[in-house]
């Protein structure tokens, strides 16, 4: 039976440290499903999901087994529909470990028959956060070898929209 396994996150937006990850996922699994996750607690994002998705998309033609799917949900919800066994999640440093350790227990919790796989982001992108990288581009900072060209493209456009929409006071 194919091994599927689901890469969760908002992907706002994707990073190479995103794509780093779900490149060699796909080398371990017969079908890897990146689910894009509409809302995710506590963020408003800068990209719309239908962007999010398309951003994606036009980056992971060359992975003939990865499809790009958004999701709003429980992670283990989309992953049972979708008969997967497995979350990927990548861990960067060892900050993020308590906080996939929780993930981790509150997906077993919910379905045990869905294993999570951790994986180790790449040395270069130990540093790397979608929130970091937006913040670089909103200031005029490059981002050059932290996104793909074409979302960096994306974030310069949006960077500057936003630069020139004149902000209300709160
Ligand atoms: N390279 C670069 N950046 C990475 C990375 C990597 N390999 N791995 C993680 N990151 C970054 C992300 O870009 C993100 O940055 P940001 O906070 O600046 O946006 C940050 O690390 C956290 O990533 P992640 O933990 O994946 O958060 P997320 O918001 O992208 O996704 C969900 C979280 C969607 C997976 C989670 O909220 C979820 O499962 N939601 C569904 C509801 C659910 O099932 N809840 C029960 C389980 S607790």
Request: avoid cysteine.
């Amino acid at each position: 039976m194919a091994k599927v396994a689901v890469y969760p996150g908002s992907f706002d937006p994707m990073t190479l440290g995103h794509l780093d990850i779900l490149t060699r996922a796909s080398k371990l699994f017969d079908r890897v499903i990146m689910a894009v996750a509409q809302q995710s607690s506590g963020k408003r994002p800068l990209f719309t999901i239908e962007e999010r998705l398309r951003l994606i998309r036009d980056n992971v033609t060359h992975l003939p087994n990865v499809s790009v799917e958004a999701f709003s949900g429980l992670t283990v919800a989309f992953a049972q529909s979708h008969q997967a066994s497995v979350i990927i999640r990548g861990l960067r440093a060892v900050s993020d470990f308590e906080y996939e350790f929780k993930m981790y227990q509150m997906n077993m919790h919910l379905n045990p028959e869905i294993e999570t796989v951790f994986m180790m982001a790449g040395p270069e992108y130990h540093f790397l956060s979608s929130s970091m990288v937006k913040e670089v581009a909103l200031l005029g900072g490059d981002v050059t070898g932290l996104v793909p060209p074409s979302i960096g493209e994306s974030l310069a456009k949006t960077s500057s929209q936003m630069l020139s929409t004149p902000q209300k006071d709160t």
